[in-house]
């Protein structure tokens, strides 16, 4: 596509509850990261892909947070167990992954926990 | 302390002002620094980017990079109501992992 497309745009759900947050990276782009940014706040690192792996995964909050790309295109973020504090906008990006990286997002999903 | 700090504003000036932003960091290890551009419920957006010290110009746009003084600076001529938008900082030493400030709002009034 022309852009990195995020589904859905906005998310519910309740306390407890588990939820999955989709990204579309760009075609050809090989590097994909994930981001979660709080309201006033700059995005905050969670997790990197280059291909189907994860290279760094050192933002990860705690075990409730997993990503998955396992085709090396789409990717999925899963949250176990939602807590109210996990809610926030999640931001992925994708980039050529040539180096000197430029990163190009899209517009983000919306999580809001209840 | 943040390893990037970014005075969050906001800021508000006329239109047609020159507009200064900055950040401060405090990893030696960066190389790759950033400007991105957030309007309301979308994702940043790239504005420019720069490799080491120096400085870059595109359109109204300049960023300077001083890596002696840890300080990069965006600056923005002729501003436009369009302007008007988070702008955010980013850094990186590698190119895996963007740290970023916490953004400074601009309004640009008519």
Not at chain 1, 51 to 74: I, Q, W, Y
Request: hydrophobic share 30%; glycine share 10%; charged share 20%.
């Amino acid at each position: 596509g022309a852009g990195v497309s995020q589904t859905p745009s906005n998310k519910v759900t309740e306390k407890g509850k588990y939820v999955e947050l989709r990204c579309d990276p760009i075609s050809g782009h090989t590097a994909l990261y994930w981001y979660r940014q709080s309201l006033g706040q700059g995005p905050e690192f969670l997790i990197y892909f280059q291909g189907t792996g994860a290279a760094d995964d050192s933002g990860l909050p705690n075990d409730r947070f997993f990503a998955v790309r396992p085709e090396g295109s789409v990717s999925t973020l899963k949250i176990q167990r939602t807590e109210r504090g996990d809610s926030a906008v999640y931001l992925c990006a994708s980039s050529s992954g040539q180096g000197g990286e430029k990163l190009f997002f899209g517009s983000g999903t919306q999580l809001s926990v209840l | 302390q943040k390893e990037v700090e970014q005075d969050p504003g906001p800021l508000s000036v006329p239109e047609g002002a020159i507009v200064s932003l900055n950040c401060t960091y405090s990893n030696s290890a960066f190389q790759y620094f950033m400007w991105y551009r957030q309007y309301s419920r979308k994702g940043p957006e790239l504005l420019m980017y720069t490799y080491s010290s120096g400085n870059k110009e595109d359109g109204r746009f300049t960023a300077q990079v001083d890596k002696s003084s840890k300080y990069i600076s965006l600056f923005i001529r002729d501003s436009q109501p369009s302007d008007s938008a988070t702008y955010l900082c980013a850094m990186s030493a590698r190119t895996d992992k963007l740290i970023f400030g916490t953004g400074t709002r601009l309004q640009v009034f008519p």
